[in-house]
């Protein structure tokens, strides 16, 4: 079983340039998450879905775009990077009110 | 608003020393408990959760932890930890109806051999 699957595992941006961060699971889980990893400070909501076709803003939102695309994929977009934004990415899955799965990370560097 | 304290940022214990490690919550309603851990590298696994029940959680590892529901904590103990155990530990919380899971900032354990 492949989990959550996310891609790329590392990416370098240039301030200004924009990516898409991808996502999938194969659990058939109703819940997707977006987190943002930095030291310290523990995982950041940056936003999530409930359900397919929803998708709701998390604790830090600002300067992301997130698309449900199907029940499976749940894609994370930067429109214009920014030296912020430096962090590993985590996307995770779950069915409702149960634990999260998580997928292992993009590491991401903006310069 | 939610949010999760955890008050040892990094712990370093000899092998077969005994470990706590303090989690504690704000929240008033009814909440899930998790605690994930994370080895160098890797992404975050379930280590043990919280539900309902007995208080008293047993996980993998040999790792269990306690919830005193009035003082609002989920602390993870092990009685021995070993060299392997050192990771990053996050607790987490979950509001019932909301789902997605508030993490705390994490506590660095290094284990020496």
């Known amino acids: 079983n492949a989990g959550v699957t996310q891609t790329p595992k590392f990416q370098v941006l240039k301030t200004g340039q924009s990516m898409t961060l991808q996502c999938a699971q194969d659990?058939?889980?109703?819940?997707m998450y977006w987190y943002r990893q930095d030291p310290g400070m523990g995982l950041r909501l940056i936003y999530y879905?409930?359900?397919?076709?929803?998708?709701d803003k998390g604790e830090v939102p600002n300067g992301y775009n997130v698309s449900r695309l199907n029940k499976r994929e749940f894609s994370l977009r930067l429109e214009s990077a920014a030296p912020s934004q430096t962090s590993v990415y985590f996307c995770?899955?779950?069915?409702?009110?149960?634990?999260?799965?998580f997928g292992q990370g993009t590491r991401l560097t903006v310069v | 608003a939610q949010s999760v304290s955890q008050h040892n940022h990094h712990v370093i214990l000899s092998e077969a020393a005994s470990l706590e490690l303090g989690c504690n919550y704000s929240y008033g309603g009814t909440v899930n408990l998790f605690w994930y851990v994370q080895y160098p590298g890797q992404h975050l696994q379930l280590l043990l959760k919280y539900f309902s029940g007995d208080p008293l959680v047993k996980g993998i590892k040999g790792f269990e932890a306690e919830f005193i529901k009035s003082k609002f904590s989920f602390n993870l103990r092990k009685p021995s930890v070993q060299w392997s155990d050192t990771a990053e530990y996050f607790c987490a919380v979950q509001d019932t109806g909301r789902r997605a899971l508030t993490f705390g900032s994490g506590t660095r354990l290094q284990v020496q051999p």
């Open positions: 659990m058939n889980h109703n819940s």
């Open positions: 995770a899955s779950s069915l409702e009110n149960t634990e999260a799965f």
């Open positions: 879905s409930a359900s397919e076709g929803t998708t």
